[in-house]
């Protein structure tokens, strides 16, 4: 059974930080791809940053945020900082390998609110 919890969301003003966790489960670790994706109201889920052979951000993050893994906890963070109202959105944790063994799994979300 594999499970993905994120945890760190909340409000926050802009200009604000926010350190948002994913604890997973059930899967190996170390073989595993991972990234955060978001997704605003009414509009559709978007990439936000992933790490395994390289780490990649999204461009309207790059600079603010950073994603990055501890193995030995079975942990990903995403370390977002300079918030934005734009940043507002559920931000959900996946984990995935596109090779043998593939898997795709993502979590439930937390949500990230940007306001005054």
């Known amino acids: 059974q594999v499970q993905l919890v994120e945890s760190g969301g909340g409000l926050v003003q802009p200009g604000g930080s926010l350190r948002l966790s994913c604890a997973a489960s059930g899967i190996i670790f170390t073989i595993t791809d991972m990234g955060w994706y978001r997704q605003a109201p009414g509009k559709q889920r978007e990439l936000v940053a992933t790490?395994?052979?390289?780490?990649l951000y999204a461009e309207s993050v790059k600079g603010r945020f950073t994603i990055s893994r501890e193995n030995d906890k079975n942990t990903m963070y995403l370390i977002m900082n300079n918030l934005k109202p734009e940043d507002t959105a559920v931000y959900y944790c996946?984990?995935?390998?596109?090779?043998?063994?593939?898997?795709?799994?993502w979590g439930q979300g937390t949500q990230v609110t940007v306001s005054s």
């Open positions: 790490t395994g052979e390289a780490t």
């Open positions: 996946n984990m995935r390998r596109v090779y043998i063994p593939k898997f795709d799994h």
